[in-house]
């Protein structure tokens, strides 16, 4: 079973989604992380930016590179 299905897909295509899910797992790991205290949520401030706002930053970046791997255009 191929959960990803990226046999299709172009190269540059292939690493647009493989590195939009590795940006997304990472933010989520962040989150988790932070949620049981092993990073501080201000050890991810960045330019005076909250450190939420950089973790959410991450997720969302992840989805738009996975979302223009998949585009058929």
Do not use: P, W
Not at 22 to 39: A, E, M, N, Q, R
Not at 44 to 68: K, M, P, W
């Amino acid at each position: 079973m191929n959960i990803m299905s990226v046999n299709q897909l172009t190269s540059l295509k292939k690493g647009f989604v493989f590195v939009g899910v590795f940006l997304l797992v990472l933010s989520v790991l962040i989150s988790l992380s932070v949620l049981i205290g092993l990073f501080d949520l201000n050890d991810f401030e960045i330019l005076g930016h909250s450190g939420l706002r950089s973790i959410a930053a991450l997720a969302v970046l992840g989805c738009l590179l996975a979302a223009i791997g998949y585009h058929d255009g």
